[in-house]
């Protein structure tokens, strides 16, 4: 098997680390991950935090929604122990964190602009900045289910990757996503059919989808030379494409 699937661990080990915290994203980097994929919005004075959800309740001992919180507000909240005690006092890391570790690894980083709910004005820019102060645009994804995002994005460097995500079972998505300029299908796990994996191999477009977690998913995305696979079980994936490859 020549095309290697990578391995993108999904909001970092979140299998067996609280999500999106430096603990999951560290986890990740030591279990040997090719990539690692997060979630980012804007805090109340405009600092991008990496936290899925648009309020803070379920991953933290807070409530309310992220854009009300300032980021040193939100930096006192606990985001840890709501996956389990251990992980106590756990914090909401802000993008500049992340990258301050991440630019100085190979890892390519997928980072999902939650600008759907809240539309987040300015966050592109925010972010793209960012990027380019740590230099690794080179290795860097930008998705997002708002696809106008994405195309800001592109209006702001035309060299920037980006991948649209969907959830539906779109035909030939590949030509939609040339038409806003990306480079990617991040699809909803069962709408990678293999019409959608031949038909996009055609076109030359990767396919990374989510959130492939079962043992048997895994093994045939890996078989079907599938780009990548976003997963919330890295170790996992990495230990079955090695049994695949080793066979």
Same mark, same amino acid.
């Given at each position: 098997m020549s095309n290697k699937t990578l391995i993108f661990a999904h909001r970092g080990s #979140?299998? =067996?680390y609280p999500e999106n915290t430096m603990a999951a994203f560290s986890a990740a980097?030591? *279990? $040997?991950v090719d990539g690692i994929e997060l979630d980012v919005q %804007?805090? /109340?004075d405009d600092i991008p935090v990496i936290i899925h959800d648009e309020m803070v309740d379920r991953t933290t001992n807070g409530s309310g929604w992220v854009k009300d919180f300032t980021y040193q507000e939100l930096e006192s909240l606990d #985001?840890?122990?709501w996956f389990d005690p251990s992980f106590e006092g756990a914090s909401i890391p802000t993008l500049e964190q992340f990258f301050d570790f991440y630019s100085q690894t190979s890892l390519v980083i997928n980072v999902e602009l939650k600008s759907g709910v809240v539309r987040y004005p300015g966050i592109e /820019? @925010?972010?793209l900045e960012l990027i380019n102060k740590y230099k690794i645009r080179d290795r860097v994804i930008v998705s997002s289910f708002n696809h106008y995002s994405l195309v800001e994005m592109k209006? %702001?460097?035309?060299? @920037?990757? =980006?991948a649209i995500l969907f959830m539906e079972g779109l035909y030939e998505p590949w030509n939609y996503a040339k038409g806003i $300029? #990306? *480079?990617? %299908?991040?699809c909803y796990l069962p709408v990678a059919v293999p019409e959608l994996l031949v038909g996009a191999a055609k076109a030359g477009m990767p396919v990374r989808p989510f959130v492939v977690n079962e043992e048997q998913h895994i093994t045939n995305l890996i078989k079907a030379g599938?780009? #990548?696979i976003m997963t919330d079980w890295p170790e996992r994936a990495i230990q079955i494409r090695e049994s695949l490859l080793i066979e």
């Open positions: #979140a299998g =067996t980097f030591n *279990e $040997g %804007l805090t /109340k #985001a840890g122990s /820019k @925010i972010v209006q %702001l460097d035309p060299e @920037i990757e =980006t $300029g #990306a *480079e990617g %299908l991040h599938c780009d #990548a």
